[in-house]
């Protein structure tokens, strides 16, 4: 009997079931999308570059130090 790996398991049970539905590639489809809105689109628009907006180029260590130092002293 051949020992397969955790990874190995837990990617054919996925796999195996999705593959047996009938509407699987859908949901996968649909899972993707909901990934790809989450990620890139919100991250673009609402989640802007605090540092970078705040900060010159190679300044951010010393920014956020200071920002650590004064929020523990208050």
Known sequence: ?????FWYKV????YDGFR??????TLWAIIL???FIIFVILKLFFFPDFLK???NEGEEPDYVAT???ERANH
């Open 53 to 55: 907006s705040h900060t």
């Open 11 to 14: 990617f054919h049970l996925y």
């Open 1 to 5: 009997m051949k020992k397969q790996g």
């Open 33 to 35: 999308i909901k990934l």
């Open 67 to 69: 920002e650590m130092i």
């Open 20 to 25: 047996n539905m009938r509407i699987g590639r």
